[in-house]
């Protein structure tokens, strides 16, 4: 038997309408059994032991194979600023998933975005990105599994199941990567099945807030030229933030006078002469509840031919992300907010901020009752469906896939690529807005997307040049529901969008070398160049209907954004020695045009450009001191001349025969918007005291072109300067101008450069007990402050760092290994990030949120 047993500590993770991750060390055990008599296999469990600790090649200077380029090639021979995370790094360091990669890429975030945009992933890559999973607008990094286009942010958080390693490429990457690679591309290549052995593995962690993960995984040669992989993984643990009962905590507070006449959650709950709760916990979110298998069976009927076949499946029935209301402000509360609370006889204030970040008081429920009439408040007007609302704080999401590669070596330096998949993504998320018992904003979203993506590329690699030709088609069906409740604006919404993108493309891409067999200075010279033809278009046919319908607010239409674009990439490259490359490259970028898929009234219909961009790096690989320090370097500088940037204004709702009955003196032009922008002024004292009567406004997104610049570097090293001693670290420097920045006099900190540095040290011990090593291993990471608002510096969040460290016994032999770990050692309370709703205005009264 074979047996592998590790520890970790997975740290709570705190929030506020800004997330917070917070240390707490804790244990956590895990096992991995082998099949009797079977080898270790190459992946999961190799993967476990630090690289120091196999002397067959020392880690600094292990080669990984990349495909950034559509061609397999050498990392350190690739005129490209990637990142590659192997599936050994991942382990070591305790990651688990794509958003994990912040912690080692550097100039690139990967977050887990706030809930009302449901289970996607935040990413950006050297400043350029986007955290709004709206269908609108298409995202700026572009996700590759094993060469599937993934086109929607919902769902990225792919959990890394059997991967053999990840690329992170620097953006723009449009000619290989088309479209929404502007910031970048991740490219996830996992590993493939073996004809050579049978290998299997158990894996168990169990942790803190009832953490229990399991992972299993075998390979099967059913033959000399069939062979079969399957893994799967289970991924369960308690949310680390709690819901708490309002009524029960003013009452345990001893305040039970802020309750106002508010009903309890939980009636088992209520305070009486002879009883009190000290624990008003009735929910939790944040927690995990994930489950994924992935099979793939290879054939290779000739020497010259390969066919692969892999599925996956992945069901996520986490609960939402944490949110606590960190801010609130009753000068934001608009007269139907106001009927809401004075119902309860209670005020929009403080007493809804809980004593902690992790807790909080939204119930997803509105405790007013369906029927019922308020006055001065439209949407409790009596009518059934209006009122008494539950929302659902647990996602529900089914992503799964099939794909096929066919690779055919056409002579012995040309090779034919067919790649063909189909993936079906199913989700559904709840999102409550106020962060309160009662209900101002709730919001159900039902997302289907079905796609399929083919590809057929020719590459050859010969002694002068290197070349690939491919043939991109990508098309989808896409369908989304959503229901806005809305007690603020006084009306239920009801939007259904289709959108059905299609994309076409031929690229070529080349690194030419014409002196390669020179005996002269010029033998080291390359060139590269790429192009790509993209026509994409995504039709769309939305409707945004009141429920009392037909009414001049219903909102209806068509688009079809799209585009022809002409991406290119040239670069000089220059090969000093087989230990030192020199790059210089210019390379173009884009998005899709999008339009407003959150339009509040007719007026609000809109579209607007994509994005481009041109960015120009200068970048080395070195390997150094007999291959014991490498060292990859990159300076970039990025002209993002197309950028369409929201402008938050407002306008006056319209009347119900459609009009506006205000008169313009309500609304006043924008600062700083585009042309025919406008926000709505308040009332002066004399008009209120005279009586005049206030209008309704609703937010309103305008969008403006807003040029900006950004330029920074990255600095990659790994190094073992003795055997058993391995160093890792990175840092990334960006400053991002534009004159949107710039103009804001409240908040133009967000202009600051921004930081990111991590590093790993680990050495590993021979000579522990039955013949194993001991391999104590710690990791920084530190990033710099951030402005999260615009309107305010209330929520810029401080430079922080975070420690993890490791320690990991190994029987390279027999399989084993163990560990304890934990994450965030020195127990530190940080945001993931803010959504600060002061920044959009008409929107609910609190200031500032998060997860």
């Avoid at 192997?86 to 990967?110: C, H, M, W, Y």
């Avoid at 690779?407 to 106020?434: F, M, Q």
């Avoid at 604006?489 to 067999?517: E, H, M, Q």
């Avoid at 609703?698 to 160093?727: C, H, K, Q, S």
Wanted: aromatic residues 10%; glycine residues 10%; proline residues 5%.
């Amino acid at each position: 038997m074979k047996f592998k047993q590790t520890c970790d500590a997975q740290l709570g993770q705190g929030v506020c309408h800004g997330q917070s991750y917070k240390g707490s060390a804790s244990l956590i055990a895990l096992a991995v059994i082998g099949l009797a008599g079977l080898p270790t296999p190459a992946g999961a469990q190799d993967d476990v032991a630090s690289s120091a600790s196999q002397p067959a090649e020392r880690a600094s200077s292990r080669d990984i194979v990349v495909t950034a380029t559509r061609q397999a090639t050498n990392l350190q021979d690739t005129p490209i600023a990637i990142t590659a995370v192997t599936a050994e790094d991942f382990e070591v360091r305790g990651l688990k998933s794509v958003t994990d990669l912040t912690s080692i890429v550097p100039n690139a975030q990967f977050r887990r975005p706030q809930g009302v945009y449901g289970p996607g992933v935040a990413a950006s890559i050297r400043g350029i990105g986007q955290g709004d999973t709206n269908l609108g607008n298409d995202p700026a990094v572009a996700y590759y599994i094993d060469d599937i286009y993934y086109p929607i942010l919902l769902g990225s958080n792919f959990d890394l199941l059997d991967i053999d390693h990840v690329e992170v490429l620097r953006g723009p990457q449009g000619t290989l990567f088309g479209r929404n690679s502007l910031g970048g591309a991740v490219n996830i290549v996992s590993k493939q099945p073996s004809f050579n052995e049978t290998t299997a593995y158990v894996q168990l962690t169990a942790g803190s807030y009832n953490r229990t993960d399991v992972r299993a995984g075998f390979n099967v040669p059913l033959g000399e030229n069939l062979a079969f992989m399957a893994s799967g993984s289970f991924r369960k643990r308690q949310g680390y933030q709690r819901v708490l009962d309002f009524v029960c905590d003013m009452n345990r507070r001893g305040t039970p006078e802020l309750a106002g006449t508010l009903p309890p959650y939980d009636l088992g709950l209520q305070s009486s002469a002879h009883f009190s709760s000290d624990d008003c916990t009735i929910g939790r979110l944040a927690g995990e509840d994930i489950a994924a298998l992935r099979g793939s069976v290879a054939w290779e009927p000739a020497d010259d031919v390969r066919l692969t076949i892999t599925g996956d499946y992945v069901q996520d029935e986490s609960p939402n992300a944490a949110d606590t209301l960190l801010s609130t402000d009753t000068g934001l509360v608009n007269a139907r907010e106001k009927a809401v609370f004075d119902y309860f006889g209670v005020i929009y204030d403080e007493r809804f901020i809980t004593d902690s970040p992790y807790t909080t008081y939204e119930t997803f429920k509105d405790p007013i009752g369906s029927g019922v009439i308020i006055p001065n408040n439209s949407y409790y007007n009596g009518m059934p469906s209006h009122g008494g609302n539950i929302v659902n704080p647990t996602g529900r999401l089914v992503n799964w896939g099939i794909s096929g590669k066919l690779e055919v070596a056409l002579t012995s330096e040309i090779d034919l690529i067919a790649v063909a998949g189909y993936r079906s993504l199913v989700e559904n998320h709840d999102y409550a807005k106020d962060g309160t018992p009662l209900s101002i904003e709730q919001i159900t979203n039902d997302i289907s997307n079905k796609y399929g993506t083919a590809e057929l590329r020719l590459a050859g690699q010969m002694d002068w040049i290197d070349w690939v030709v491919g043939l991109f088609y990508f098309e989808a069906e896409g369908y989304q529901h959503s229901i806005n409740d809305s007690p603020r604006n006084g009306t239920i919404r009801i939007l259904n969008n289709t959108f059905d993108p299609v994309s076409k493309a031929v690229y070529a891409n080349a690194t030419l070398r014409p002196f390669d067999n020179a005996d002269t200075a010029l033998s080291g010279l390359s060139f590269t160049g790429g192009l790509r033809y993209s026509d994409d278009k995504k039709v769309v046919s939305l409707t945004n209907l009141l429920d009392n319908t037909p009414n001049p607010g219903d909102i209806a239409f068509d688009v079809t954004p799209q585009d022809k674009v002409v991406s290119w990439k040239a670069g000089l490259n220059y090969e000093v020695s087989p230990a030192m490359l020199l790059y210089a490259s210019a390379a173009t970028g884009y998005t899709l045009p999008g339009y407003n898929a959150r339009p509040q009234q007719p007026t609000q219909i809109a579209q607007f450009d994509g994005n481009k961009d041109i960015a120009y790096e200068l970048g080395a690989k070195l390997d150094l001191f007999d291959r014991r320090l490498r060292l990859n370097l990159a300076g970039f500088y990025t002209d993002f001349s197309t950028r369409p940037q929201s402008v938050s204004g407002q306008e006056i709702l319209l009347d119900a025969a459609g009009g506006n009955t205000a008169g313009n003196n309500v609304v006043i032009p924008l600062v700083n918007g585009p042309e025919g922008a406008t926000t709505c002024r308040l009332r002066t004292p004399e008009e209120v005291a005279s009586g005049v009567q206030g209008f309704t406004c609703l937010g309103r997104v305008y969008y403006l072109n807003t040029p900006a610049e950004i330029w920074g570097f990255e600095a990659e090293a790994n190094a073992e300067p003795v055997d058993g001693l391995l160093f890792n670290g990175a840092v990334g420097y960006h400053k991002f101008t534009s004159p949107d920045i710039e103009a804001r006099t409240v908040n133009a900190r967000q202009s600051e450069p921004f930081w990111q540095v991590n590093a790993g040290l680990q050495y590993t011990i021979e000579g522990a007990p039955l013949g194993g090593t001991i391999t104590p291993r710690a990791d920084w990471i530190w990033q710099s402050s951030t402005a999260n608002g615009t309107l305010t510096t209330d929520w810029n969040e401080p430079a922080y760092s975070l420690v993890n460290a490791r320690l990991t016994y190994r029987l390279d032999d027999q399989g084993f290994s163990a560990a304890l770990g934990v994450t965030n050692l020195f127990d530190k309370l940080y945001y993931h990030n803010y959504f600060v709703y002061q920044d959009f205005r008409g929107s609910p009264p609190h200031r500032a949120s998060g997860i």
